[in-house]
């Protein structure tokens, strides 16, 4: 029986000899590099993008609570409402071309060289970063 426990434990990455253990204090979060909760690594401010991104989520999210499914004029309201320059922001189609309501509703917005891209598909939110196309825009085709 002992040797069925010795070869678990030693195949399980444990061991019977006394180990010093990592404490931690649970009045401490996580460290996540850059973060600056990592007293070694000073905070950085966010950038243009990451700034944008988390006011976008706070407004999509108002708009998911209120809409599972929301339409191109009230993604454009919400990008505006999150400080995104109305002329720039691209929606995608709200009505498949049967005439059917998407699965999923997207919005972007170019910042500096990112877009920042937000997604709203039952009630739930995505925001993402990503580059800006060759074309200067965040969408591939023709929707405003």
Partial sequence: MFIVLAATLTTTGCSLLPQERATTDSTQSPSVAGTGTDPATPAQPPTAEQAFAERMQASLDKLGASTKAPKRDQMLAAMVEAGA??????VSVDITPTG????????AAPVDS?????????????????????SGRCFVGDQH
């Fill in 100 to 107: 059917l309501p998407v699965d999923a509703i997207e919005a």
């Fill in 114 to 134: 990112a877009c920042v891209i937000g997604q709203v598909r039952d009630g739930k939110v995505t925001v993402t970063i990503l580059p800006v196309l060759a």
């Fill in 85 to 90: 320059v109305q002329e720039k922001v691209e």
